[in-house]
């Protein structure tokens, strides 16, 4: 029986893409929907994590190239000389719609985008919001974007409890249909998968997977911080002994954004001197919140509670509060990509100022957006979005506070307040 196919905001990308490019590569974490929303373009499929498809490939990668198109390679960094093979192709001539590869890895010690130009990449994530299905949204990052300040509106019925379940159902598509203890069960397989596995295939032995298990964990306490890898680092043991050098963790992510499951968001540095002291610190984020929570140990009914658990990160207000900034922050990103703009976050050093996410057009000028755990906005909440407002002028094209409550409206002063369920592409 057929698999549901849960429309993705990438399909649309991939609509414009491919009748124009001979080669797309679909980039992402295992599981995050890759290989179903390619296979459906395809007419033949190379599966490279097939031993006998792969034995076959490594022999003669061309082998790889062959058959009516658009061809799919899924797994394609099993045998990385087909991204080459690739690359010669489209040099050759390839027509557009030809070749999809799928990956969720990076060789280690491979030059894979040594076809930029050639072969083009488009990220994949974990459902958004609007990808899911909870509502439908009301209001979209394009309009927003193209300024003036529009009209925002909509009504939900969506609950703070509805967003908890969110954060930790996760945004895998695999995965969705999963509750309780078996939800928890293949979230911590996948985990156990990246460190038992994943590790040694991308070159990395880890003779201490537990206490790479603890450096997880503190990065997940750490998510939607700016929290340093040293206090990250101090955290996975408590401050004790059998500390892992830098040595040791550098390495550690550098695989793991290799497996795309560390996806951290970058500072914001504007070209133009409208600020001083901006701090280069990146704010912490998992592929999934709903990983985090599960290397945390944590689940719904504890998040409702308040409760705090796992390692010790410095971080304002509630861990619930941080993983629905995550969850807001994966769907801004979807939305971002597919409206060809980038998302940042602010903080001036010592953090006096910050503003949660930036989102920032071809031309430089930007969207501000808060993240509230909370169903009502106060003055308080965006004061730190009209701080911005003065310093920036016309280039702050809108600004936002994303949050729980059941409306979507326009305060007297202009800030937008928007449900994270109404937002869309």
Same mark, same amino acid.
């Given at each position: 029986?057929?698999r549901?196919?849960?429309?993705?905001?990438?399909?649309? =990308?991939l609509?414009?893409?491919?009748?124009?490019l001979?080669?797309?590569a679909?980039?992402?974490?295992?599981?995050?929907?890759?290989?179903? /929303?390619?296979?459906r373009r395809?007419k033949?499929?190379?599966?490279?994590? =097939?031993p006998?498809?792969? +034995?076959?490939?490594?022999a003669?990668p /061309?082998?790889?190239?062959?058959?009516t198109p658009?061809?799919?390679?899924?797994e394609?960094?099993r045998? %990385?000389?087909?991204?080459d093979a690739?690359?010669?192709?489209v040099d050759?001539? $390839?027509?557009?719609?030809q070749?999809?590869?799928?990956g969720s890895?990076?060789? !280690?010690?491979? %030059?894979?985008h040594?076809?930029?130009?050639?072969i083009?990449?488009?990220?994949?994530? !974990?459902? $958004?919001?609007?990808e899911?299905?909870?509502? $439908?949204?009301t209001v979209?990052?394009?309009?927003l974007l193209?300024g003036?300040?529009?009209?925002?509106?909509g009504?939900?019925?969506?609950?703070?409890?509805?967003?908890?379940?969110?954060?930790?159902?996760?945004?895998?598509?695999?995965?969705?249909?999963?509750?309780?203890r078996?939800?928890?069960?293949?979230?911590?397989?996948?985990?156990?998968r990246?460190?038992? /596995?994943?590790? =040694?295939e991308?070159?990395?032995?880890?003779?201490?997977?537990?206490?790479?298990r603890?450096w997880i964990a503190?990065?997940?306490?750490? *998510?939607?911080?700016?929290a340093?890898?040293? *206090?990250i680092?101090?955290a996975?043991?408590?401050g004790?002994?059998?500390?892992p050098s830098?040595?040791?963790?550098?390495?550690?992510?550098?695989?793991?954004?290799?497996?795309?499951?560390?996806?951290?968001? +970058?500072?914001w540095?504007p *070209?133009?001197n409208?600020?001083?002291r901006?701090a280069?610190?990146?704010?912490?984020?998992?592929a999934?919140?709903?990983l985090?929570a599960?290397?945390l140990?944590?689940?719904a009914?504890?998040l409702?509670k308040?409760?705090? *658990?796992?390692?010790?990160?410095?971080?304002?207000g509630?861990l619930?509060?941080?993983?629905f900034?995550?969850?807001v922050?994966?769907?801004?990103?979807?939305?971002?990509?597919a409206? =060809? /703009?980038?998302?940042?976050?602010?903080?001036?050093h010592?953090?006096?100022?910050?503003?949660?996410?930036?989102?920032?057009?071809?031309?430089r000028?930007?969207?501000?957006?808060?993240?509230?755990?909370?169903?009502t906005?106060?003055?308080?909440?965006?004061?730190?979005?009209?701080?911005?407002r003065?310093?920036l002028? +016309?280039?702050?094209?809108?600004a936002?506070?994303i949050?729980t409550?059941?409306?979507?409206y326009?305060?007297?002063?202009?800030?937008?307040v928007i449900?994270?369920?109404l937002?869309? !592409?």
């Open positions: 029986m057929a549901h196919y849960l429309p993705r905001v990438v399909d649309l =990308e609509d414009e893409l491919m009748p124009q001979p080669a797309i679909l980039e992402g974490p295992k599981a995050v929907g890759k290989t179903e /929303t390619a296979r395809a033949i499929i190379h599966q490279l994590d =097939e006998g498809q792969r +034995a076959i490939v490594e003669d /061309t082998r790889a190239l062959g058959g658009p061809l799919l390679i899924d394609w960094q045998v %990385p000389a087909v991204w690739v690359r010669r192709a050759a001539g $390839s027509p557009p719609s070749f999809l590869l799928t890895a990076s060789p !280690p010690n491979a %030059p894979t040594s076809g930029a130009g050639r083009v990449t488009v990220r994949m994530r !974990p459902l $958004s919001l609007a899911r299905g909870l509502e $439908s949204a979209s990052l394009r309009s193209a003036g300040r529009p009209d925002v509106s009504r939900t019925g969506i609950e703070l409890e509805d967003y908890v379940d969110e954060i930790v159902r996760s945004g895998l598509p695999g995965l969705r249909s999963y509750r309780g078996a939800l928890l069960a293949q979230l911590d397989g996948y985990l156990s990246i460190i038992d /596995t994943d590790f =040694e991308q070159g990395l032995q880890v003779r201490r997977p537990q206490t790479l603890r503190a990065y997940a306490a750490a *998510t939607a911080t700016t340093s890898f040293e *206090t680092r101090d996975a043991t408590g004790q002994g059998d500390k830098r040595s040791a963790t550098q390495p550690w992510r550098d695989v793991l954004e290799r497996l795309w499951i560390l996806d951290p968001v +970058a500072p540095l *070209t133009q409208h600020l001083n901006l280069q610190i990146p704010k912490h984020h998992l999934d919140p709903a985090a599960a290397m140990g944590i689940d009914t504890a409702l308040g409760v705090e *658990t796992g390692p010790r990160i410095p971080r304002a509630l619930l509060g941080r993983l900034e995550s969850l922050t994966l769907s801004l990103r979807v939305y971002a990509q409206a =060809e /703009t980038e998302l940042r976050h602010l903080r001036l010592g953090g006096s100022q910050e503003v949660d996410l930036i989102i920032e057009r071809s031309d000028r930007v969207i501000a957006a808060e993240v509230k755990l909370g169903r906005v106060v003055d308080d909440d965006v004061r730190h979005l009209l701080w911005l003065e310093k002028g +016309a280039d702050l094209v809108d936002v506070v949050n409550g059941p409306e979507a326009r305060r007297k002063d202009g800030i937008a449900p994270a369920v937002l869309g !592409p």
